[in-house]
């Protein structure tokens, strides 16, 4: 497990509808000082709006990565950086599906329960280009899960049934107000009312 960077910038995070949110995002192929800049930013950006992953396409970048820093259930954290992930999850009898709420730094504010497997392990290349495996259960699987999610073209929206879809953008537009457009650069307004507990990604 690689120590994240700690020297990079803060950048707006992108909201759902932009194209570059919904489309399989292109392979990382280079691996360099463009790559490392990049990961630094998305970490300081990641700890900017207090969640516990962030992917590429979320900070406007169509590139198949991610970075998290976030706690399994028994509260251990992991941390690392992820490019190209290929996602393991259980299967037949091993199957289990965890409900708890979800919810995405690109859609501030909102959250709603998404049923997911509560285990999951993603390999891929860090930013060096060195094989990386992560796997874990509770709120880490749900975070491994998403963030390759991300890395496909997929929001945690286009796995709800259109009731729960509907309920989630209203909770969003209800919360708009506080999150400015470049947010976290400029921070959140009334942070008080808003809670931490539920995954943030």
Not at 28 to 55: I, P, S
Not at 72 to 82: A, E, I, M, N
Request: charged share 25%; proline share 6%; hydrophobic share 35%.
């Amino acid at each position: 497990m690689s120590t994240l960077p700690t020297d990079g910038s803060v950048l707006p995070i992108t909201r759902w509808g932009e194209d570059v949110m919904h489309h399989l995002n292109q392979p990382v192929t280079e691996f360099g000082d463009e790559l490392h800049k990049l990961v630094a930013d998305m970490v300081a950006t990641m700890n900017a709006a207090e969640g516990v992953g962030l992917a590429a396409n979320q900070v406007g970048v169509d590139l198949q990565l991610f970075v998290f820093n976030c706690p399994d259930k028994k509260g251990v954290f992991q941390h690392g950086v992820v490019c190209n992930p290929v996602l393991e999850l259980p299967e037949g009898k091993d199957r289990q599906l965890d409900e708890g709420d979800e919810g995405c730094l690109s859609l501030p504010g909102a959250f709603t329960k998404c049923a997911r497997p509560d285990w999951a392990r993603v390999t891929g290349v860090d930013e060096n280009g060195e094989p990386v495996s992560y796997e874990g259960d509770g709120l880490l699987a749900r975070c491994l899960q998403h963030e390759t999610d991300h890395t496909q073209g997929v929001v945690f929206g286009d796995r709800l049934s259109r009731k729960y879809k509907k309920r989630l953008f209203a909770e969003a537009e209800e919360f708009a107000p506080d999150y400015p457009a470049d947010w976290p650069v400029s921070p959140m307004l009334n942070q008080e009312e808003h809670s931490d507990e539920h995954l943030n990604t």
